[in-house]
T-cell receptor, first 112, second 112 residues
Framework: DAGVTQSPTHLIKTRGQQVTLRCSPKSGHDTVSWYQQALGQGPQFIFQ???????QRGNFPDRFSGHQFPNYSSELNVNALLLGDSALYLC???????????FGPGTRLTVT | QKEVEQDPGPLSVPEGAIVSLNCTYSNSAFQYFMWYRQYSRKGPELLMY????GNKEDGRFTAQVDKSSKYISLFIRDSQPSDSATYLC????????????FGKGTTLSVSS
């Protein structure tokens, strides 16, 4: 049973560029959440998608947007990249139970 | 005051020691309490979750929740070098789709 997968593994972008990160949830899961983890910090909630709709959003600017597809996979888009956006971006999937979120390996984004 | 406080450590113990990891929180709405383990450059791995107050045991791991004190703990018995990782506490309210709120993580090193 495949767990949560994310692509790409690493990414280097320049300030002002745009980036798209991808996530495939664990088999059978219908809810996808995205988190940002800065170095030495715990993950911070960006937003959550369920039934192709953004169900909940954390304290992140509109530069961060997302999408969920009919097969439950999801994308995270970040526009106008800032140096401070450099972080590990984690995708987590679940079956509507908030306490059982399973994380992927993450995408490490470096903005130069 | 942050919603979830966790001492980042680092914590260094010899193999076989009992390890105690703790978090405090301020939001009375939290009902679900999770512990994740994160190895370097990997995604967090769900270790245990507890609903409301009480204890839960799984092998060498025991999770405790004291809602009256807003304090949670994870105990690791007979610690092994393979337990060396960052341990993250996370919490959520009793609603489907609620975001996980994480502590900063405690870095544990178990020496052989």
């Amino acid at each position: 049973d495949a767990g949560v997968t994310q692509s790409p593994t690493h990414l280097i972008k320049t300030r002002g560029q745009q980036v798209t990160l991808r996530c495939s949830p664990k088999s059978g899961h219908d809810t996808v959440s995205w988190y940002q983890q800065a170095l030495g910090q715990g993950p911070q909630f960006i937003f959550q998608y369920y039934e192709e709709e953004e169900r909940q959003r954390g304290n992140f600017p509109d530069r961060f947007s997302g999408h969920q597809f009919p097969n439950y996979s999801s994308e995270l888009n970040v526009n106008a990249l800032l140096l401070g956006d450099s972080a590990l971006y984690l995708c987590a999937s679940s079956l509507a139970r908030p306490y059982e979120q399973y994380f992927g390996p993450g995408t490490r984004l470096t903005v130069t | 005051q942050k919603e979830v406080e966790q001492d980042p450590g680092p914590l260094s113990v010899p193999e076989g020691a009992i390890v105690s990891l703790n978090c405090t929180y301020s939001n009375s709405a939290f009902q679900y309490f999770m512990w994740y383990r994160q190895y370097s450059r990997k995604g967090p791995e769900l270790l245990m979750y507890t609903y409301s107050s009480g204890n839960k045991e799984d092998g060498r791991f025991t999770a405790q929740v004291d809602k009256s004190s807003k304090y949670i703990s994870l105990f690791i018995r007979d610690s092994q070098p393979s337990d060396s990782a960052t341990y993250l506490c996370a919490m959520s309210a009793n609603q489907a789709g609620t975001a996980l709120i994480f502590g900063k993580g405690t870095t544990l090193s178990v020496s052989s």
